[in-house]
């Protein structure tokens, strides 16, 4: 794939850049700031960006800012977040154009090679990647007037890996349940939140959003 790593911290840039060229990508740019990721996102179309939340001058959501600056000019565009801490705000904002193709990872996950690789390609795939540090602080969250209080036990577990990111297969291993029943909670997830079949949205992404928010 072709990448493009915005990180202003020199270490774990480099790193990263390394671990990415090993496994066979392009890393097509590397920059520091905001306005050269949207510039060099909007100009190179790598197939996934890879963002720090914070980056110069203020070191705040100059990643974030970036990050949904480039898919209002490029609709759909691939970016996976890496944040040191949990900000769920951030994943919300990507979230609401409901295009998919992002992800929010905790920087410590990048550890993981085999899991970042995942959630890499999942993204650039179209599909949506949440930390599971992200979904337990969502559950913890909700407030009184919870859009999921129609949900089961179960499918409130099935939800959360979906924001995870995980497919139908993947779901039915991690809950140990068999793929059809998996497919029967999600089309249950689909009816409770008023979510009917149409061309023009993707419900899985939906549901998440509406996990995001409640």
Do not use: C
Not at 29 to 34: H, L, W
Not at 70 to 78: E, K, L, M, N, S
Not at 143 to 169: F, I, K, Q
Request: hydrophobic share 45%; net charge negative; no cysteine.
């Amino acid at each position: 794939m072709r990448v493009l790593l915005a990180d202003d911290a020199v270490l774990l840039r480099e790193g990263l850049v390394r671990l990415l060229t090993e496994q066979g990508h392009d890393v097509v740019a590397v920059v520091g700031d905001g306005p050269s990721l949207v510039s060099s996102a909007l100009s190179l179309r790598p197939d996934v960006s890879i963002v720090d939340v914070r980056m110069p001058p203020t070191h705040t959501d100059e990643g974030l800012r970036a990050a949904v600056s480039i898919r209002h000019a490029w609709p759909g565009a691939p970016i996976l977040v890496l944040s040191q801490y949990v900000e769920v705000s951030y994943a919300d904002d990507l979230l609401a154009d409901r295009r998919g193709a992002v992800g929010y990872l905790l920087k410590d996950r990048v550890a993981d090679i085999a899991e970042f690789s995942d959630a890499l390609h999942r993204v650039a795939a179209g599909g949506t990647v949440l930390d599971p540090e992200v979904v337990a602080q969502l559950l913890v969250r909700r407030r009184v007037h919870d859009p999921l209080a129609a949900l089961t036990p179960r499918e409130r577990e099935v939800l959360a890996l979906m924001a995870e990111g995980r497919s139908n297969t993947a779901i039915a291993r991690t809950l140990v349940i068999t793929e059809g029943a998996v497919e029967k909670h999600v089309a249950n997830i689909f009816a409770k939140l008023s979510l009917p079949p149409d061309e023009d949205t993707n419900r899985r992404v939906l549901a998440v959003l509406t996990f995001l928010r409640s």
